[in-house]
């Protein structure tokens, strides 16, 4: 009888846990890893996830795209499109990884494979007041 009282508090502890984390909403998402803040991105990129472009990247981001001509974009263009393109999912299969991370900085590069090509982002991350930024993204296509 007693272990089956302390199943059921174990379960309703980890229910109670669950609904409270899930209960968070976007925009109160803190970016307190360089995980949480390239997840933020993607979102933002793949799946028109708009909720937190504001937090997500620095006063002087700026965005660098790599080609014949090459393109620049500043934060204020960058959170403009991505706007644009709430809720619109892009048909790529994307995969990152933290090439270096340090304490207050880190680089990450993001793939994104669509069935005729591949965009590769390389982005630096920093930390400012605890939080992680996007500051730079250098595109590539393939």
């Not at 999912?89 to 990450?108: F, G, H, S």
Request: proline share 1%; aromatic share 8%; hydrophobic share 40%.
């Amino acid at each position: 009888m007693k272990n089956l009282v302390k199943t059921f508090v174990a379960a309703a502890m980890i229910a109670v846990s669950t609904c409270s984390m899930a209960s968070v909403k976007p925009e109160e998402r803190n970016l307190v890893t360089a995980d949480l803040a390239i997840d933020e991105y993607v979102g933002a990129m793949t799946e028109g996830q708009v909720t937190n472009l504001e937090k997500l990247f620095t006063a002087d981001f700026n965005q660098k795209i790599c080609g014949k001509q090459d393109l620049k974009h500043s934060r204020l263009e960058i959170i403009e499109f991505l706007k644009k393109q709430k809720g619109i999912k892009l048909n790529c299969r994307t995969t990152t990884q933290i090439v270096e991370e340090l304490p207050d900085y880190a680089i990450a590069k993001v793939t994104m494979q669509f069935d005729d090509f591949a965009k590769t982002d390389l982005i630096t991350l920093v930390k400012e007041n605890g939080t992680w930024k996007i500051s730079k993204s250098v595109n590539s296509y393939k």
